[in-house]
């Protein structure tokens, strides 16, 4: 009997050893088979998750971030634990003692499995299985890719801490409304930062993993609230909250930034403008696009946006009031369908949904509106965001659109969305009522710099980034006309000519490929012979041609490319008078090298970059600070900054341009529209037929610049001029500028002396001689400076024309029909009525 007893346990023993065996070897070949080929965890050592990159003001201010998903990057030793204990509480209670995975969380899921028949498949994934599954594997809900997903944790949890696993998931992980990691879901629904969370709102964020489409804060606020009371009772049963902050958090009101309980971050974010614009443009290019817009950089800005508001105000008003000269109605061309209009609730959805400028700010924020009605008398409109005064609607009186031409009722129909803003008194600022705006067709740009580091601190690329990204101070290749004049007399400067050298001013025939070429004076006069200065002061376009025929376009070619204003400039005589196109980037930096003395600046709209740990990748200023190492100075001195910037000119050369472009704003091209409390040096530019027209100038600090014309070139009409259009839009800038960043004379570099001579005919005069007609220029030692020697570059001067002497600049007195006096220039002659150069 014993033995029958003894073989039957010994059987049994027998068949549950082999069973377990059998079972075991399964196992062990199902791992192998699926573990043979799977991806490389070791590859998440390294892992940096995509993060946001941000640009921060000069104030530290965030202005712009740039991201393929939204995610923000935050280091395990930033994580307050009670974030990392809600989410281990919601998603993995087991996660400090487990290898991997949780086989009592698998053996409790495949049990509810069984007893509900499949109908219930409840997860049983840990955050190590999750991080495999996000970073490795697939999705779906298949039998292999669990037993991939446990092979590569265990793998895991031999290679990495449960610190930096935790980092990774909750860096990774996706919580809805676009947000990725805890860091960003933490300002999207709170505005808050991590440490800055109560215990009840890491627990909502530690709701949002297992659906977040199914728990919206909104749509699904009771069930996104149960499953947070849920999270806070699994942290009080594993002891990561006491009972009294339990009971006190559950009691809490669901309250995020989707229901309005709190400002969103967004708000506090100025619109999209042109700077930030170009600097995701110019560093996707430097790092590459991928890079920028995953790696988390921290860009510190070099815009002023104070001055960037001032720039955009000034450009944008000189735009408008020379669209208004047009009379001329565009609108918007966007429309509501007329259907809509007599549904309040219909209308105002559609207008806030209709794709116009919303970042439009001159005179008082322009609004969108949607016409109602036209009446004889005035205009109803319904305005986005502005409420009704009862149940009728805003009127706008016919009055207020005088500057249109044609018929009233030709310019609006019913549906139409146009702009608005409301006018205020200019006594005390107290509202009047609404008028109508419209975005100019004319286009320009304006931006400023400083001379000395290339700093730009305000860059207006358009009317508004929001109506066209293109911007027109970075990307739009334009011809400079006259602005483009200082570089051939820099050229010359530094080849030997004075300030006070005699160039002819006569009539030039140039044989062309194309035909006869005849350039000619915006005055269409010729003034005989004139000093440089006076030359450049009046922007006399035959004295620059035959300057550069004397000096060679190859040696002005070379000078432009120097400066940077061109990569490769055209040999041609045409383009002494700035027909080779380039942009108001490269212009302004360009005439920082003559305000700063002489040396090479480049233009930058970024201070520094650091990458997502805090390093610094690039900093623009690479001037050596010598003592900045020394414990402390002697009272009164300051640590000496060592520059290297190469000089791309002669210091009393950059001086004596610089004095000459002064006389261009005291008495010259822009005298009428530029007037600054400090010396100002500068240079207008206007092209054949005013299609494009330019003003740039600079004090000792500060150098900007504008252009105006149309997107498609086309006349600006009669009058247009670099001084009258450019002018006043540098000048309204600089003024806030000058207050700001100071100003004072231009430094007068060594090793020259000051002689007088008459700026009309150059000859030299007494040092006790004064009057309008004499100006001290600047020469250099040991150079006694030649008086009265006439340059003509090679060109034959003909005697069959008429030339206008100093004292009568203006043209020949006439007696017109009326018996009365009008003086005119000379007849036009066939060279004077052709195309030309441009001035």
Not at 333 to 360: F, H, M, N, Q, T
Request: aromatic share 10%; net charge negative.
């Amino acid at each position: 009997m014993l033995r029958f007893i003894l073989s039957f346990f010994g059987a049994i023993f027998s068949f549950l050893t082999l069973g377990l065996m059998v079972v075991a070897l399964s196992i062990g070949g199902v791992f192998w088979v699926y573990g043979r080929d799977l991806p490389s965890h070791e590859s998440l050592a390294q892992y940096q998750p995509p993060t946001i990159s941000r640009i921060y003001s000069v104030e530290g201010e965030i202005v712009d971030e740039f991201a393929r998903e939204r995610r923000l990057f935050a280091p395990a030793e930033e994580i307050p634990d009670l974030v990392k204990h809600a989410f281990i509480s919601a998603e993995d209670k087991n996660f400090y003692q487990h290898g991997g995975y949780d086989a009592r969380g698998i053996a409790a899921a495949i049990v509810e499995a069984v007893r509900t028949r499949g109908e219930t498949l409840r997860g049983a994934s840990t955050i190590t299985q999750q991080v495999m599954k996000n970073f490795l594997l697939s999705g779906d809900r298949r039998i292999e890719r669990k037993i991939k997903e446990i092979i590569l944790a265990t793998r895991l949890e031999q290679t990495l801490s449960k610190e930096e696993i935790l980092e990774l998931y909750l860096n990774e992980i996706y919580l809805g409304q676009n947000s990725y990691g805890v860091m960003a879901a933490a300002q999207t629904f709170f505005n808050k930062t991590l440490r800055e969370l109560a215990p009840h709102e890491a627990a909502t964020l530690a709701s949002l993993p297992k659906a977040p489409s199914d728990y919206h804060p909104v749509r699904n606020a009771d069930r996104l609230l149960a499953r947070r009371n849920f999270v806070l009772k699994e942290m009080y049963e594993n002891g990561y909250l006491d009972r009294a902050t339990w009971q006190r958090e559950r009691e809490m009101p669901l309250r995020t930034v989707m229901a309005g309980d709190f400002d969103s971050f967004r708000e506090k974010l100025p619109p999209r403008d042109y700077p930030t614009d170009e600097i995701r443009r110019q560093l996707s290019r430097d790092f590459g696009e991928e890079q920028f817009f995953t790696g988390g950089f921290t860009v510190r800005a070099t815009i002023d946006p104070e001055m960037q508001e001032v720039a955009a105000r000034a450009l944008r008003r000189k735009l408008e009031d020379y669209d208004r000269q047009q009379g001329v109605w565009r609108g918007t061309g966007e429309r509501i369908d007329p259907a809509l209009l007599d549904d309040e609730s219909a209308w105002r959805e559609a207008l806030a949904a209709a794709e116009v400028p919303r970042d439009i700010d001159l005179d008082g924020e322009w609004l969108p509106a949607v016409v109602l009605g036209v009446e004889e008398q005035r205009l109803l409109v319904g305005i986005e965001g502005v409420p009704f005064s009862g149940d009728a609607p805003i009127a706008i009186p016919r009055e207020d659109i005088r500057w249109l031409r044609g018929d009233f009722f030709d310019n609006f129909e019913r549906g139409d969305i146009v702009h608005v803003r409301r006018m205020t008194s200019d006594d005390d600022g107290s509202f009047l009522r609404w008028t109508l705006r419209q975005v100019p067709e004319v286009q320009g740009a304006f931006m400023a710099m400083d001379v000395n580091t290339g700093r730009v601190i305000a860059m207006q690329g358009g009317f508004s980034y929001q109506d066209s990204v293109f911007n027109r101070a970075t990307q739009a290749m334009r011809q400079p006309g006259s602005s483009f004049k200082p570089f051939v007399y820099a050229a010359a400067l530094d080849s030997g000519y004075s300030p006070a050298t005699i160039v002819v001013d006569a009539p030039i025939e140039v044989d062309t490929p194309q035909g006869v070429w005849r350039p000619r004076n915006a005055s269409n006069q010729f003034y005989g012979p004139t000093p440089l200065r006076t030359g450049i002061e009046r922007s006399r376009n035959l004295m620059t041609v035959r300057l550069a025929q004397e000096i060679g376009m190859d040696t002005v070619a070379r000078y432009a490319e120097r400066f940077g204003v061109y990569d490769d400039m055209g040999r041609y005589l045409a383009n002494a008078l700035g027909s080779d196109e380039t942009t108001l980037y490269r212009m302004v930096a360009a005439y920082a090298m003559f305000a700063n003395g002489g040396e090479r600046v480049e233009p930058t709209l970024v201070d520094r970059i650091q990458d997502r740990y805090g390093r610094t990748i690039y900093r623009h200023d690479q001037r050596d600070c010598v003592d900045c190492t020394v414990p402390s100075l002697e009272p009164g001195t300051g640590p000496r900054i060592v520059s290297d910037r190469w000089r791309v000119m002669d210091a009393i050369t950059a001086y004596q341009l610089t004095s000459m472009m002064t006389g261009v704003v005291e008495r010259g091209t822009a005298a009428s529209t530029v007037d600054l409390p400090v010396p100002t040096a500068g240079k207008t530019g206007t092209t054949n037929d005013a299609r494009d027209v330019w003003f740039i100038g600079f004090t000792s600090d500060i150098v900007a610049g504008c252009y105006i014309g149309y997107d498609q070139p086309e006349p600006l009409g009669r009058g247009a001029s670099g001084g009258a259009f450019c002018g006043p839009v540098f000048t309204e800038f600089m003024r806030e500028a000058v207050d700001k960043y100071g100003g004072g004379p231009f430094e007068v570099p060594e090793g020259g002396r000051f002689i007088k001579i008459d700026r009309y005919t150059g000859q030299r005069l007494p040092d006790e001689a004064s009057g309008p007609n004499v100006v001290a220029e600047y020469f250099r030692e040991g150079e006694e400076p030649l008086f009265g020697v006439m340059f003509d570059g090679g060109f034959a001067m003909g005697s069959d024309f008429d030339m206008i002497r100093p004292d009568g600049e203006g043209g020949r007195e006439v007696t017109t029909s009326t018996g009365g006096t009008a003086v005119v220039g000379p007849r036009a002659s066939f060279g004077s009525m052709s195309s030309g150069g441009l001035y």
